[in-house]
């Protein structure tokens, strides 16, 4: 998917003025409340008009300003998921998902129904009324029902927003699943670091209606570990749970980690802040950490007033630990340095 | 502030409920539709040779002055343009029995736009809508209805007939193109029509003589001036104007 | 049954057909102002709200001698467009479904505008995101989402329409057979002084079928709540 956008509008007292060129599958939209993330979306899906510019989606110009060419929104092609699902409330579940499938022509049609209400494991829901569906059901429904209508660019308008944070993290396998087995490249925008890290590569830093910068999410954490009290957050997906002395120790690289919030399910999410980590020199002897893992510094990167150590744990296990610089000094942290990190059971949070 | 508003309300409502119109000794008249000018004329003379009498003039559909005044409308003086009006309220015992008399008489025409090829009872079937007094309470329709009866018309005129609530507003139909014709009184025609013309005289055999009788109602029967209005009403100047005005008086 | 004449019957039965024609007739009119005055935005739209609402403060007698003025044989209308073609409305039955039109359309537009108002402007927008276009959209969407207030504007204009006189007596006359609905037929007996029992026994009638109306009414928006 090739998106080049140029656009301004301006109402009130914003001002949205933007002017990028991504190319990928999984983009993001990232910034605070209020900085025309929802505004640039409704102009590239063209629910609302721009005052001058352009909009060319893989090739095909959407909109330009100056030629007064302004494809209308039933024609582009585009699909789009909103934070509430705002499901059709007078069509059945079914009704809801085949809308766009109706209304898209046969050469188009390329995603099958049974195949989408399969990943979305929907089969149970399709004759119901809309009403009785619980928030994340209705999600679901709502991305099976944008999936369905063959959209060559999915934008995700803050999907997961609404939904508490069990219900967020459910989802989001779902949506990934979705998208990937069908291929439809997105648009995910969100305010929150921690959507962006799951679900996009590149990311398009927003604020007050202007790019800052086209990073990545990674990047963007990195650059926010030292603001903010939570640090940067390790994403661990972890398998083969095995229970002992009352917790669950997980495979993880070629190690194993102990998790106190783990459970049977075969697959989990689970997140390690970096401020949770504490670095050893040398290896402790005896220590009430139940994790204690061997690692290699790959680099340590400045964060306003910390410092990020990026830690080789072994067999791809990655994390990022975060220390004062004082720390570093004192324990002579740098490139190649081997230390241990040691993580209590307790301090990981499941998402997932 | 609050208060001031609830006084000043309840001032207005008394002055409302309770003032008393300053009328010099006012008459109030009822008089069929038909009757309007020559009766505002003659009022008007009266009032003019004897100051400090006032009338009020209400004017309409005969049946329908009957009834207001059975319901307790004021009226000194009732001119009904039949007698079935008068009867009426003298079995309500509304009217001075003393006191009625005839006081003119008229002649049912029908009137259409000049073109209309109408020229006898017989034609009206032609015609698309017909305006008529509503027989229920108009006597000029009363009497239109009897004719039509008799002619043996009234079956084919279902549908076709345009129910006026007085004579007046007959006129008013016919005169604006609404309706084709409208049966009406001549004295109507001779005075008020403008665009339409009188077709032809409805035959005197095929009703009852369009009469109005007059009276001073038992309210009126307490004003002296009722019963000296009354007095000129018989007087010579009084037909002189009604034969001014088309009606007959014998 | 209650010493009816057969002007009385019909004139039942005319109000019933005027009211219901009234109504079928305005229903796409009323739709189309309600979803202009809500979705599109325009110079002069507070002119349409002001021309779509003057009925609700008009005098009735005053919209039936403006209708007169522009229908009848000198009227704008008449004159240049109904005469020509040998289209006689003023005192015919048509006339007097023009006249309960024209007074309830106000009453229709409202509830209509409520419903549509209400609907979340997402809802809109997913359906275009979708591949319906604006007319598609409307069908589909905006029309069975706002299905509610269609009945109550309809309702409220065929109870309206039952009880037209001041228009309708202007524009239609007072035609048995053709355009004397219920409230002629009362007003002619009430001003008849022997009429005063038939008058009732219409007015028992009005009363009835006003009855019947307002719980159809009821009923049907339970249906409704039941079905959300």
Known sequence: ?352 | MKKSVWVSFFAIMLICLFTVPALAAGINVSAAASLREVVNELTGNYAKQNPGVDFQNNFGASGALAKQIENGAPADIFLSANMEWMDYLKTKNLIDEKNVSTFAFNILVFVGKPETKVAKLQDVVKLEKIAIGSPKSVPAGEYAMEALKKAGLDTRLENKLVMAKDVRECLMYADRGEVDGAFVYKTDALQLAQNVKILFIVPQELYSRVTYPMAITREGSKKSDAAAFMKYLHSDGAQKVLLKYGFSVK | MLGFTPADYSAILLSVKVATTATLLSLPFAFAVAYVMTYRRFRGMVALDVAVNLPLTLPPVVIGYILLILLGREGLIGRHVLQPLGIQLIFTWKAAVIATAVVGFPLMVRPMRTAMEAIDERLIHVSRLLGAGWFDTIITVILPVSVRGIIAGSVLMFARGLGEFGATVIVAGNIPGVTQTIPLAIYEYASSPRGDVMALSLCAISIAISVVVLVFHEWLARRMVRRD
């Not at chain 1, 007050?208 to 997906?237: C, H």
């Not at chain 1, 002395?245 to 690289?253: E, L």
């Not at chain 1, 670095?279 to 790959?298: G, T, W």
């Open chain 1, 1 to 352: 998917m090739e998106l080049q956008v140029t656009l301004q509008k301006r109402f009130n007292n914003f001002h949205l003025d933007v002017e990028f060129e991504v190319q990928g599958e999984r983009i993001g939209v990232f910034g605070p409340s209020g900085c025309g993330k929802s505004t640039l979306v409704g102009l590239i899906a063209g629910l609302s008009k721009p005052d001058r510019g352009k909009v060319i989606l893989d090739g095909e110009t959407l909109y330009d300003g100056t030629k007064n060419l302004n494809i209308r929104p039933e024609h582009r092609r585009v699909g789009m998921v909103f934070q509430r699902p705002s499901l059709f409330p007078h069509l059945s579940v079914k009704g809801n998902l085949t809308y766009g499938l109706k209304r898209c022509s046969t050469a188009n049609r390329k995603i099958a129904f049974d195949d989408v209400v399969e990943v979305l494991q929907i089969k149970h829901l399709m004759d119901r009324g809309v009403k009785y569906l619980s928030g994340g059901e209705k999600q679901r429904v709502a991305i099976g029902r944008a999936v369905l209508g063959n959209p060559r660019l999915l934008l995700l308008d803050e999907p997961l927003s609404a939904l508490d944070d069990s219900l967020k993290f459910n989802i989001v396998p779902f949506l990934k699943d979705v998208c990937s087995t069908f291929t439809i490249p997105y648009l995910f925008i969100s305010h929150s670091l921690l959507e962006m890290q799951i679900m996009t590569d590149q990311v398009l830093n927003l604020s007050d209606g202007r790019v800052l910068e086209k990073t990545t999410a990674e990047a963007l954490v990195r650059a926010r570990m030292g603001e903010s009290m939570a640090g940067y957050m390790n994403l661990l997906r972890l398998t083969s749970p095995q229970p002992v002395d009352g917790i669950y120790a997980y495979n993880w690289g070629n190690q194993q980690l102990l998790i106190a919030s783990g459970d049977n399910q075969p697959e989990g999410l689970f997140e390690l802040l970096s401020t949770e980590i504490i670095l050893f020199k040398s290896h402790p002897e005896a220590i009430s950490a139940r994790n204690l893992l061997q690692c290699r510094v790959i680099r340590t990167f400045e964060a306003r007033h910390r410092v990020g150590v990026d830690l080789d744990c072994g067999g791809d296990g990655h994390l990022v630990a975060e220390v004062s610089r004082q720390a570093v000094e004192e324990l002579g942290i740098m490139e190649g340095s081997e230390v241990y990190a040691a993580v209590k059971a307790t301090a990981f949070r499941k998402l997932v």
